[in-house]
């Protein structure tokens, strides 16, 4: 289906990069499969709306993610599926609390370098998104659900809001499946200390947006830190309270 993502930003970063994403989904969803030629520039211009310049960034993320290459004077092709490697977090890797523990010091040195840049980065259109996710996580908390699906937006928002597309890929990559309370949910959606322990989330979210909102990168660096490693101590605690 044709899309025109010049409708939706005027920065040249974002549009590559969503355009990178919806060439990365035509690949893995066969409609370019391995060895097979993408289209030419000036057709996927026409197509989606956008610059030379975009598809050459776009064109440029599928190779840095060994998706594609370019054969000059050829053209862009689809590598096969064993010539392409994308980070991947598998289920079976996130069975326990000490696997749950490591992949949040994963994404405490990913975040928050993103959240520093997102800072420097950030523009209104980013703004409004990270606000969105933030009153979709309020709003869930207090209808008493788990809100990871927009505590997973809030976080890949701020990776957009980083205009690299290679945070927005691997917090994709991630999902909201990998939060803990989700690969480790149990009775805690029972337990009454639930409610408040998602609030505080909440304000944390709420210190980072307050961060990068007012541009200052040490600060957003300093509440994503703090925000992840709040989020690792308390599983530690679980952790040595199950031993």
């Known amino acids: 289906m044709n899309r025109d993502l010049s409708s939706r930003s005027n920065k040249s970063r974002t549009l590559s990069s969503e355009l990178a994403q919806v060439l990365v989904g035509r690949i893995r969803g066969g409609d370019y499969p391995p060895g097979t030629k993408l289209p030419k520039e000036a057709s996927i211009m026409e197509e989606f709306g956008v610059s030379r310049t975009v598809v050459r960034e776009a064109i440029s993320s599928l ?129 009454p200390n639930r409610l408040m322990y998602l609030r505080r989330v909440h304000l944390e979210h709420e210190s980072i947006y307050n961060a990068i909102r007012d541009q200052d990168v040490d600060s957003a660096r300093a509440a994503i830190r703090t925000h992840l490693s709040n989020s690792r101590e308390r599983l530690r605690k679980s952790e040595s309270q199950a031993a």
């Open 63 to 191: 190779q840095a993610v060994n998706m594609a290459e370019t054969r000059h004077g050829i053209g862009t092709f689809v590598l096969k599926v064993e010539e392409s490697a994308p980070f991947r977090i598998r289920p079976e890797q996130l069975g326990t609390l000490r696997d749950t523990i490591a992949l949040l010091e994963l994404r405490i040195g990913v975040e928050t370098e993103a959240a520093a840049i997102a800072a420097a980065r950030r523009t209104e259109a980013n703004l409004v998104s990270m606000q969105a996710a933030l009153d979709a996580f309020s709003e869930a908390i207090e209808a008493g659900q788990d809100a990871a699906n927009a505590d997973f937006q809030f976080h890949r928002e701020i990776a957009l809001a980083t205009q690299n597309s290679h945070f927005a890929e691997v917090m994709n990559s991630l999902g909201p499946g990998v939060f803990p309370r989700v690969r480790l949910a149990t009775a805690a959606v029972q337990d």
